[in-house]
């Protein structure tokens, strides 16, 4: 049986056997995690061939050699020799890995075999043209407890003259032969992020991508294949992948004519044309793969786990998320040293442990026409700067945190008056406004500079211990005018990694600091943002039904630790009214905020909202670093319900909201998962809702007969707290 991703956990603390193998003899390399094998091997054309990734195959004397197939006319190899990463040249028709135009004219580029190293838990394999200097080095990383395994390529120029890099892929990912793959992938857009979307991988192409700038609402760097869509939460074959890149990115999934699927993933090649100069290189981003028999479920908490382990900024000292406040909806741009202290001492009434503060405490900044780029504290707003706010909230027991939208500039700015050059643009050509915004142009060094020292000027000279990062629109007008016009189009990657620069930057400088990842709710999700930010903004609607299936498609891919939720007032921008308790019920399954007008509420909306808080910090590290059980799907009846388990299987929450009921039908059975079998659970119930009056029950009770619930009529809403009493 495959251990659960806690018992992973404990189990790397073990010391390691070498997980990365080379069989000289066969020519094969034997990557093998927790509870898979990944199998690569060179055939006698010297290619490299993906041969296995799947569940772990213990027996070496079971792996045969690489060969290469026959020739064809019409029907090329591909498909039954997998190629690991197939330049585009010779006889191949499918995605390539990478495209390039030499300096002479010549568009042909076969990868070979040149050598490896292996090192610990990291293989490197360099392949090179069979003609030119150009060399691709291909970098396999394991790491220890977890099944997800990271693919990376450095592509170098030795050619002696510049070459155009037309597409650069980060690798590919093969599943076993045949037809009948079903692909679930996220799509959206703004207000409406993670939506989970299925259907069968057919014949042909399917292009999952962002041309955009950043990773986009639109759809995100993740998928997963099953086979026949015979995979359930609980069980069947999952392969997974993600792909870490904050900036224009694609992922192909492909059926080639062979019926053999393969997901390639990368730099979007769409007006991609990288141009890269003699001696330089060019790094791809990371691409993760997994694979679990444990169906979807499983999927996901491996992904979680390692996000949390190996990816998020405090993956070696973990410590839980904080309750935050944001004032957003209460004061949109309408912020001032009064209005907001009395914010915070409402927000530190209910057990509120970050104060952040939204837009519009800065420059001109009325609305949203003005004042991006300028920096400085709006001087009417906050007489007295930000020092005395600061002071309060701490005052109060509370951190300080802060919006900030650095890349970003308004025409109507004492910037933008005086660097008009400094925005993204052709020119001669419109600047198309977004927002009533510009982009500043981050891949100038000048201008990255410029951005860097603002905001370590802000942080230098106050105590904010929290920035909100934001990004509130996407690219157009992409130029470039400062550089020669064949390197403009590296604006594409240069802008990604001097924003990953500037970020780190910061931090290093300001250890302590924490970041949240915003672009208009969750445009900039991805696994490369996370190695940098702490929390990421889920999406800007925050209408807890809506929520249910963003939130539930951000959990195939990403932790709830990192998932933000908002409790706001009612009616939300979509016109609908649930109850406070429901707004905090789906807001918990995350990381907790709130960012109603604390203003209007009541006394007996303080009161539910400091017993929810109070609630929340019990069982927060159950959802926030536990294991999660997606019960019932928001998209497929009219009930939801999560369950979470704590990583020491000592604690169990369970979340369940009926939609709507219809002819007094009573709610399904819940069936827990994940507990023991043998151990005893002390149950508390958040409300009256548990219809069997069990105070503590069995690990099989729970899992075996269930919990039955009285949810009735629309937005209902209830939890239930598991303890382990014996
Ligand atoms: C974006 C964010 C919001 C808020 C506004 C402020 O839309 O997603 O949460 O910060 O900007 O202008």
């Known amino acids: 049986m495959q251990l659960p991703s806690a018992v992973l956990l404990a189990a790397s603390a073990l010391p390691l056997v070498a997980q990365v193998r080379y069989l000289p003899e066969r020519k094969l390399w034997v990557l093998q995690t927790p509870h898979t094998s990944y199998i690569l091997g060179v055939n006698e054309q010297n290619e490299i061939q993906n041969l296995y990734w799947g569940k772990k195959l213990p027996r070496d004397a079971d792996l045969a050699p690489a060969h290469t197939a026959r020739d064809y006319a019409f029907e090329s190899p591909e498909g039954m020799t997998n190629e690991e990463y197939p330049g585009w040249g010779g006889m191949r028709y499918t995605e390539p890995c990478l495209k390039v135009t030499l300096s ?50 450095v592509i170098e120029n030795r050619t002696g003259a510049s070459l155009v890099v037309e597409s650069a892929q980060s690798g590919v990912w093969y599943v076993p032969s045949g037809g009948g793959y079903r692909l679930s992938y996220l799509t959206g857009r703004w207000g409406g992020e993670t939506q989970l979307t299925r259907e069968p991988v057919q014949p042909g192409r399917k292009v999952l991508e ?85 169906g979807f479920g499983e999927a996901s908490r491996i992904l979680h786990a390692f996000e949390r382990e190996h990816l998020l900024p405090d993956r070696r000292q973990p410590h839980p998320r904080p309750v935050l406040y944001n004032s957003w909806e209460a004061t949109t741009f309408h912020v001032n040293e009064a209005g907001q202290k009395e914010l915070a001492a409402k927000a530190a009434r209910i057990g509120v442990e970050l104060f952040v503060m939204d837009d519009g405490w800065f420059g001109k900044r009325n609305d949203d026409h003005a004042g991006l780029g300028d920096w400085y504290v709006n001087p009417q707003k906050f007489p007295n700067g930000l020092g005395d706010l600061i002071r309060y909230v701490n005052g109060l027991g509370m ?25 993204i643009h052709f020119p001669g050509r419109p600047r198309t406004e977004g927002r009533h915004q510009l982009i500043l142009n981050l891949a100038r060094n000048d201008v990255k500079e410029h951005i860097f020292s603002v905001v370590d000027k802000l942080l230098t000279e106050n105590h904010i211990e929290f920035l909100k990062w934001d990004m509130n629109r996407h690219f157009t007008e992409p130029g470039w005018p400062e550089v020669p016009a064949a390197e403009q189009k590296r604006i594409w990657v240069k802008y990604v990694t001097n924003v990953y620069e500037i970020i780190d930057r910061l931090r290093a400088g300001h250890p302590g600091l924490e970041i949240e990842s915003c672009s208009g709710g969750g445009g900039r999700v991805d696994p490369e943002i996370l190695r940098r930010v702490d929390q990421v903004w889920t ?7 809506d929520r249910l299936r963003i939130q539930e498609g951000f959990g195939f891919a990403y932790t709830p630790k990192v998932m933000m939720d908002w ?30 007008n604390l203003n209007h509420w009541s006394s007996e909306d303080f009161a539910l909202a400091a017993k929810m808080v109070a609630y929340y910090k019990e069982i927060r590290h159950s959802v926030q670093e536990g294991r999660l059980y997606r019960l019932f799907s928001p998209r497929e009846g009219e009930l939801t319900a999560n369950e979470y388990v704590s990583t020491d ?11 709507s009921q219809q002819f007094l039908r009573p709610a399904p059975t819940i069936y827990l998962r994940g507990l023991e079998e043998s151990g005893v659970y002390r149950l508390k119930a958040l409300d009256d809702k548990l219809v069997d009056r069990v105070e503590t029950v069995s690990g099989a009770y729970l899992m075996n007969h269930g919990l039955n619930l009285r949810l009735g ?14």
């Open 104 to 153: 002479d004219g010549v568009r042909d580029l076969v990868l070979k075999y040149a050598s490896h190293r292996t090192a610990g838990d990291m293989l490197e394999i360099r392949l090179k043209d069979i003609r030119y200097e150009l060399y691709v080095t291909l970098r396999y990383e394991l790491y220890p407890g977890s099944d997800v395994l990271r693919k990376q390529t």
């Open 210 to 294: 962002s041309r955009r700038g950043n990773t986009s609402h639109q759809a995100n760097p993740w998928f997963a294949l099953d086979y026949q869509g015979a995979a359930s939460e609980e069980h069947g074959k999952v392969w997974c992948g993600a792909l870490g890149w904050s900036g224009n990115w694609k992922l192909t999934v492909e059926q080639t004519p062979n019926q053999q699927v393969r997901v390639t993933g990368g730099y979007n090649d769409f007006d991609f044309g990288y141009l890269l100069k003699p001696g330089e290189m060019l790094e791809t981003p990371s691409f993760y793969g997994s694979f679990t028999d444990q």
């Open 399 to 423: 951190k300080f945190g802060l919006w900030v939208e650095p890349e970003m500039v308004n025409p109507d700015s004492d910037l933008y008056r005086q660097h008009p050059d400094w925005a």
């Open 539 to 545: 999406s800007d609607n925050t209408e807890a039904f």
């Open 567 to 596: 409790v706001t007032d009612v009616p939300n921008m979509n016109g609908r009214s649930t109850t406070l308790k429901y707004r905090f019920l789906v807001a918990m399954m995350g990381s907790l905020g709130i960012g109603a």
């Open 649 to 659: 299987g000592k604690q169990a929450v369970l979340f369940a909201f009926l939609h």
């Open 713 to 726: 009529g629309d937005y209902d809403s209830t939890s239930v707290l598991m303890e382990r009493a014996e």
